[in-house]
């Protein structure tokens, strides 16, 4: 059983992601909004239909490095891709109309980014694809689940897979590598093949799965859910080349009734800022 360390745990970094299955950016500080973190998981690829695209089936998605056009993270992106210019997605606007589009069962509220985004979109992926942004209007219920202790009862998230925010210890990934070169395997394994927003130090290995409320700075986070984990651990970032890990050796020691989990859900009760470097207290555990 494993016990906290002396340290008190911090934020060791910080990640947004615009795009859905895209690269994320790293920063320095991560406002939050009703939603959750600004500018997070606002955008979205999908197919004909209106279904989501994301990179568990399109792994080309992974290719697409987005980027803030400015300091407003709500604002335009960039978007790149090798072998394609820079592609400056503009946020649509509620003139461009509205359509629903489905993320995870959920019908969602989005506006189309027009044709020429998804012609770079498509040639980007190697699929036919349109990129929408969440509309405002959008009210995509939170579900319980996510949530821990804090009422979700007329909470809303954007395109993110159901939590505003996903939460992991570094040394729960070193924990991991430990065995992995046990079994001979990776000797490192990439963080981002995690995709959390909020990067932890300063604890012990999977401390984090028994928080059930945390302060961080001035933000207060419900801790809910363990995180189910995908296919999507198994891609390369940089290559998009698909293993088996680390999915099996989770399979040996973080598996669960619902599958295997790395990481936790989190719900903030209200919108505020997280920074690199902020504390972690710990107000109740499960």
Same mark, same amino acid.
Not at 118 to 134: E, K, P, Y
């Given at each position: ?51 989501? +695209? ?161 302060? +961080? ?70």
């Amino acid at each position: 059983m494993s016990h906290a360390t002396d340290a008190m745990p911090r934020i060791a970094a910080l990640t947004v992601y615009p795009l859905k299955s895209a690269a994320g950016i790293a920063v320095t500080s991560l406002p939050l909004d009703e939603l959750g973190a600004v500018g997070d998981r606002r955008w979205l690829l999908v197919d004909g239909a209106g279904q989501a +695209i994301t990179a568990r089936t399109c792994h080309a998605l992974l290719r697409i490095v987005p980027r803030f056009a400015g300091v407003d993270r709500d604002g335009a992106l960039l978007l790149d891709a090798s072998g394609l210019p820079t592609f400056t997605a503009v946020p649509p606007g509620a003139d461009a109309g509205e359509r629903l589009v489905e993320v995870w069962g959920d019908p969602v509220p989005a506006e189309d980014a027009g044709d020429e985004a998804a012609d770079w979109c498509s040639a980007a992926t190697g699929r036919a694809c349109r990129l929408v942004r969440v509309a405002e209007t959008a009210r995509r219920p939170l579900k319980a689940k996510y949530a821990g202790p804090l009422d979700h009862s007329g909470r809303h998230v954007a395109f993110t897979d159901g939590a505003p925010l996903l939460l992991l210890g570094l040394p729960s990934v070193a924990a991991l590598e430990a065995r992995l070169r046990e079994q001979g395997g990776y000797a490192t394994m990439d963080r981002r093949r995690f995709r959390a927003n909020v990067w932890l130090d300063g604890l012990a290995p999977h401390e984090e799965d028994g928080w059930r409320q945390v302060s +961080i700075g001035d933000v207060t986070l419900g801790v809910g859910s363990l995180c189910v984990r995908c296919v999507l651990t198994t891609l390369d970032p940089d290559t998009q080349e698909q293993g088996v890990e680390p999915l099996r050796t989770f399979a040996q020691y973080r598996r669960t009734e619902d599958g295997v989990v790395f990481g936790v859900n989190a719900t903030h009760v209200a919108p505020g800022t997280l920074r690199v470097g902020d504390a972690v207290q710990v107000l109740a555990r499960r």
